[in-house]
T-cell receptor, first 114, second 110 residues
Framework: SQTIHQWPATLVQPVGSPLSLECTVE??????LYWYRQAAGRGLQLLFY??????ISSEVPQNLSASRPQDRQFILSSKKLLLSDSGFYLC?????????????FGQGTRLTVV | RKEVEQDPGPFNVPEGATVAFNCTYS??????FFWYRQDCRKEPKLLMS???SGNEDGRFTAQLNRASQYISLLIRDSKLSDSATYLC???????????FGRGTSLIVHP
């Protein structure tokens, strides 16, 4: 069965510090991968998505970046965090090979920038 | 018009009540639709998929109206454990980009 792992679960970082969140998927190959952010009391905002290794599409220009160094690994990074980067970060995957567009989420990382 | 719109609620209902949420979408080419449930401080989890006119799973019924471009979720015999935020999702584009509504909050009270 397919599983998705995301870590860390909770993170408190000072303004100006770097960020690296990692997401890995098991039990599938060539998934579409997505990074979302959910601010407190708000909806899910798509940040990046990837349809293959090294292929990254950005939805929201900001101080975040994403990389996909391996087929089932998706990384969200920042060189210098801002207070506004605080939120709940969610990684998701879709197995497009089945023709079904159901997305499955990791457990999320709650980031607080102080 | 936003791509996916939902009434944020909250819907405050007693146990045993029937409650319905609506979701409208703007992309008329969308072929699949989903309802997710999100508990407080947790990740969204798939509740139901809708590919044709509707889907039923126990107390939950999802219906699709393509002409009017809306999806509904009906919950019968509400339980306290149904309290959560319900997210409407419409994948768009060739890359299956899940577009989320802001969610509808449901509170079921004794």
């Amino acid at each position: 069965s397919q599983t998705i792992h995301q870590w860390p679960a909770t993170l408190v970082q000072p303004v100006g510090s770097p960020l690296s969140l990692e997401c890995t998927v098991e039990g599938t190959s060539n998934p579409n991968l997505y990074w979302y952010r959910q601010a407190a009391g708000r909806g899910l905002q798509l940040l990046f998505y990837s349809v293959g290794i090294g292929q990254i599409s950005s939805e929201v220009p900001q101080n975040l970046s994403a990389s996909r160094p391996q087929d089932r690994q998706f990384i969200l990074s920042s060189k210098k965090l801002l207070l506004s980067d605080s939120g709940f970060y969610l990684c998701a995957w879709i197995n497009t090979g089945t023709g079904v567009a159901e997305a499955f989420f990791g457990q999320g990382t709650r980031l607080t920038v102080v | 018009r936003k791509e996916v719109e939902q009434d944020p609620g909250p819907f405050n209902v007693p146990e045993g009540a029937t409650v319905a949420f609506n979701c409208t979408y703007s992309n008329s080419a969308s072929q699949s639709f989903f309802w997710y449930r999100q508990d407080c401080r947790k990740e969204p989890k798939l509740l139901m998929s809708v590919y044709s006119s509707g889907n039923e799973d126990g107390r939950f019924t999802a219906q699709l109206n393509r002409a009017s471009q809306y999806i509904s979720l009906l919950i019968r015999d509400s339980k306290l454990s149904d309290s959560a935020t319900y997210l409407c999702v419409v994948p768009s584009g060739g890359s299956y980009i899940p577009t989320f509504g802001r969610g509808t909050s449901l509170i079921v009270h004794p």
